[in-house]
T-cell receptor
Framework: GQQVMQIPQYQHVQEGEDFTTYCNSS?????IQWYKQRPGGHPVFLIQ?????EVKKQKRLTFQFGEAKKNSSLHITATQTTDVGTYFC????????????FGQGTRLTINP | DAGVIQSPRHEVTEMGQEVTLRCKPI?????LFWYRQTMMRGLELLIY????????DSGMPEDRFSAKMPNASFSTLKIQPSEPRDSAVYFC????????????FGEGSRLTVL
């Protein structure tokens, strides 16, 4: 069935190191969204990508949407302890559908 | 804006009891989603409503689960009878444009079924 796959499942880094999580869909996505969930918290929207090949930056975070609109990545430069949490990608797997399906998430832990 | 409001925040109940979770979406949002989160299965979409109408309930685990949205400002997710495997955090989220726009999540209802 249609899925959104995310890797890695876990990532532990030293503070100051970079971090990347990857998201792949079995079908073309009309858009992809990224969320962050702090431990014990709820998912919070970070960004939405719509265009093929789109790249957006938020301070130390860089988001990319693949040319085929089937994959995406989130890269954090020089991680800080405040970056700890689980990062999810999500997409509506059916064109025009409102059914937003989440990847399994990448849990980021940081050694200060 | 108060955001999406869920209640209760925590519920502990015994197997076989009925559980009702409540959600008040953000005013003006026309889509509402119920998700369940567990360590094993991650964030699962249970059901979503558009303009108070259930659009897709294919994620509802079984007949023990039911959801309603009687008006634009209120939704319930009911489990009857509850089982230990239903233990999870249940999130409600709302948006202006369904899965095509940003979802605003509530703080979740943590359910423990003993």
């Amino acid at each position: 069935g249609q899925q959104v796959m995310q890797i890695p499942q876990y990532q532990h880094v030293q503070e100051g190191e970079d971090f990347t999580t990857y998201c792949n869909s079995s079908t073309t996505l009309s858009n992809i969204q990224w969320y962050k969930q702090r431990p014990g918290g709820h998912p919070v929207f970070l960004i939405q990508l719509v265009k093929s090949g789109e790249v957006k930056k938020q301070k130390r975070l860089t988001f990319q949407f693949g040319e085929a609109k089937k994959n995406s990545s989130l890269h954090i430069t020089a991680t800080q302890t405040t970056d700890v949490g689980t990062y999810f990608c999500a997409g509506p797997l059916i064109q025009g559908a409102q059914k937003l399906v989440f990847g399994q998430g990448t849990r980021l832990t940081i050694n200060p | 804006d108060a955001g999406v409001i869920q209640s209760p925040r925590h519920e502990v109940t015994e197997m076989g009891q009925e559980v009702t979770l409540r959600c008040k979406p953000i005013s003006g949002h026309n889509s509402l989603f119920w998700y369940r989160q567990t360590m094993m299965r991650g964030l699962e979409l249970l059901i979503y409503f558009n303009n108070n109408v259930p659009i897709d309930d294919s994620g509802m685990p079984e007949d023990r689960f039911s959801a309603k949205m009687p008006n634009a400002s209120f939704s319930t997710l009911k489990i009857q009878p509850s089982e230990p495997r239903d233990s999870a955090v249940y999130f409600c989220a709302s948006s202006f444009a369904g899965g095509l726009g940003e979802l605003f999540f509530g703080e979740g209802s943590r359910l423990t079924v003993l």
